[in-house]
């Protein structure tokens, strides 16, 4: 709390945007520890931060504390159906729980102490930079190296995918104009299967640096993860028109950036590849 108090009173911002968390949903199956600490506590510490810096300064109407979330909160869909923000929370892996709580207090804490809040809940993203535990970076990387490229189960679950990009200018715009104690379901709409995913990826490095064979052949089907959602998707009415924002990148424009972006930059990710748990199973307990 101390070097949060540090933080605010050196920068004083005009606005709080509380992205950091534990996201990995296998390491969360492994060690749920850490993703209570940082997701659930973790943001206990930013509001109350963020609360006391508010009142410091005399409540100013214009400050806003933006809390990222996910869709994985509302659980699993069946073939049909998507997330709305009214739908019921139903969080199924260590992850998705300690995601929920936080919204739950970050709820509350607009509830009981006036603090000006907007909460979004967004897709499963993709795009650079994307840590090398991840399903795209892991199927690029590992094609790279010509290792096997895991699919749980049979590839068959179902994710909304949004492009980086697209959920950045998305959270900036409803920090500066969603509705004070909104939240917001920021989807791709652009919903494609695992293995149609890895599919798509092994098609483009085929064009982009062929093998002596296609790198498909790579595809090994392992042992599903525990507990693993069989469908999100998002229905983004709200944004849209209460907002005006739309994804504009579709999944094949957006795979043929990320992947050409991880070929031209092998310096950021190479070291990463030696941190703890990167390259290896994890969750499978």
Known sequence: MAALETVFTTHQPDAVMHLAAESHVDRSIDGPGAFIQTNVIGTYNMLQASRAYWESKGKPEAFRFHHISTDEVFGSLGPTGQFTEQTPYDPRSPYSASKASSNHLVRAWAETYGLPVVITNCSNNYG??????????????????????????????????????????????????????????????????????????????????????????????????PGHDMRYAIDPTRIRDELGWRPSVTVEEGLETTVQWYLDNEAWWKPLLAREGVGTRLGKS
């Open 128 to 225: 650079p930079f994307h840590f090398p535990e991840k399903l795209i970076p892991v199927v690029i990387l590992n094609a790279l190296h010509g290792k096997p490229i895991p699919i749980y189960g049979k590839g068959e679950n179902v994710r909304d995918w949004l492009y980086v990009e697209d959920l950045a200018d998305a959270l900036l715009l409803v920090l500066e104009k969603g509705a004070l104690g909104r939240c917001y379901n920021i989807g791709g709409e652009n919903e494609h299967s695992n293995l149609k995913m890895v599919q798509t990826i092994c098609s483009i490095l085929d064009k982009k640096l062929p093998a002596d064979a296609p790198y498909e052949s790579l595809i090994e089907y392992v042992t599903d993860r």
